[in-house]
């Protein structure tokens, strides 16, 4: 890379910094507040052009299982809006097998298109990352 | 906060937004528009409208490269671009967009 000369050049900026990102999610939607604020720093990540990953392990696979019903315990729905990824360009989204057969899940119980790993694929996944944030 | 048309009142935030996405209707977007100080042509309502059913859809207000994206995917290229949507909204077609459709500020909207 030659050396910058303090013009703001985005594209030269950008491409030099792209680092992987990996956002792990281990907890189920809602009780607590952890599925919703990675998924707020996920879309706001996107604004940066990095290389996001999604990772759902343990009850965090529940994030995006289809049918989630919240009339009762009076929150917000917001399991549509990880359809809204893809529009956002964060299009690696991984689930480990593992959490999915614990709970007696499979790849047609989720609602957006996903990378089924094993858990050792998984781990080798994490260990590629620049960044790992975990909700 | 808010405003009142015709009897009918409704909450809005610091920011102007409306609180309750529900309370949305084509009078409050039209009170919304003139504070931001937009015409609305058909063209606005388009946006607006595509914003409404983006938001349906998503339960989130999209960034605005996002919307740009999802315009010119549904209305074509020649309304899927910046200038378009700025020409239309000067102050940003998300944010002044979005208030006048009765959505929550964009999330990645910095």
């Known amino acids: 890379m030659t050396e910058s000369t303090g013009g703001i050049d985005m594209d030269e900026d950008s491409s030099g910094t792209v680092k992987k990102f990996a956002f792990i999610n281990r907890k189920a939607p809602y009780g607590t507040v952890y ?3 990675s998924l707020e720093v996920v879309l706001i990540s ?3 052009d990095q290389d996001v990953s999604l990772m759902f392990i343990d009850d965090g696979v529940y994030q995006i299982k289809k049918g989630q019903g919240t009339k009762g315990i009076g929150m917000k729905n917001f399991s549509p809006t ?3 990824l893809e529009g956002y360009d964060i299009e690696k989204l991984y689930v480990e097998k593992e959490s999915l057969e614990e ?3 499979t790849e047609a119980d989720l609602l957006v298109d996903v990378e089924v790993l094993s858990r050792a694929d998984m781990a080798a996944l994490m260990e590629e990352q620049d960044v790992i944030l975990s909700f | 906060m808010g405003f009142e048309i015709n009897g009918k009142t409704y ?3 610091e920011e102007g937004y409306l609180v309750n996405l529900a309370e949305w209707d084509e009078e409050a977007a039209k009170y919304l528009a003139k504070e931001e100080k937009v ?3 058909e063209s606005h309502w388009e946006v607006v409208n595509f914003l409404r059913e983006y938001y349906n859809d998503y339960q989130i207000a999209p960034a605005v490269r996002v919307l740009t994206k999802a315009i010119g995917k549904k209305l074509g290229p020649e309304k899927g671009n910046s200038k378009y949507l700025y020409e239309l909204f000067p102050y940003g077609p998300a944010k002044q967009a979005c208030k006048i459709a009765g959505l ?4 990645g909207c910095i």
């Not at chain 2, 929550?104 to 999330?107: F, L, Q």
């Open chain 2, 104 to 107: 929550p500020k964009p999330t």
């Open chain 2, 11 to 13: 909450e809005t935030d």
């Open chain 1, 82 to 84: 990880y359809r809204a």
């Open chain 1, 35 to 37: 599925a919703l604020e």
């Open chain 2, 39 to 41: 015409e609305m042509t």
């Open chain 1, 103 to 105: 709970r007696g899940l």
């Open chain 1, 46 to 48: 996107a604004a940066f």
